[in-house]
C-alpha cells in the first residue's frame, strides 16, 4: 500500500502562486507515477499534471500548461504542484496520486491506483 499526504492548499487571490505538497511513503517502489488530479464543485475528477518519478517525464493538462509546474524530491519520496497564475477555474479539492502506466503516456485516471485525502484550493478575488 502506498500513503499519499498532501499539505499547501488554501486560499489564493486571482493571479497569484500557491504550492502544493504530496509526501508518499509505503510500497512506492511498486508505482511509477505521482501526480495531481482536481474536482471543482459540481464536476468529475480532471488530471492535473503527472510525473513519472524515474525519469521525471512530465504531463500537464491543457488548462494548466504553462501556468502550472510539477516538480519531485526523490530523496523525500515528494512531489510538488507549484501553481502560478491562478485563475477562478483553479478552485477545486486537489488530489495527490500514484499509479503505473507507460512512460509514452499521460496517466489518466484508469491507471491511478492510490489517492490521496485531497486538499481544498480556492481562488478569490
Known amino acids: 500500500q502506498v500513503q499519499l499526504e498532501e499539505s499547501g492548499g488554501g486560499s489564493v487571490q486571482v493571479g497569484g502562486s500557491l504550492m502544493l505538497s504530496c509526501a508518499a511513503s509505503?510500497?512506492?517502489?511498486?508505482?511509477?507515477?505521482m501526480g495531481w488530479f482536481r474536482q471543482a464543485p459540481g464536476k468529475g475528477r480532471e488530471g492535473v499534471g503527472s510525473?513519472?518519478?524515474?525519469?521525471?517525464?512530465?504531463y500537464y493538462a491543457d488548462s494548466v500548461k504553462g501556468r502550472f509546474t510539477i516538480s519531485q524530491d526523490k530523496s523525500r519520496n515528494t512531489v510538488y504542484l507549484q501553481m502560478n497564475n491562478v485563475k477562478f477555474e483553479d478552485t477545486a479539492v486537489y488530489y495527490c496520486?500514484?499509479?503505473?502506466?507507460?512512460?509514452?503516456?499521460?496517466?489518466?485516471?484508469?491507471?491511478?491506483?492510490?489517492w490521496g485525502q485531497g486538499t481544498q484550493v480556492t481562488v478569490s478575488s
Open positions: 510525473i513519472y518519478t524515474s525519469t521525471g517525464i512530465t
Open positions: 509505503g510500497n512506492t517502489h511498486k508505482t511509477n507515477f
Open positions: 496520486v500514484a499509479g503505473s502506466s507507460y512512460e509514452s503516456l499521460r496517466p489518466t485516471i484508469v491507471d491511478v491506483e492510490h
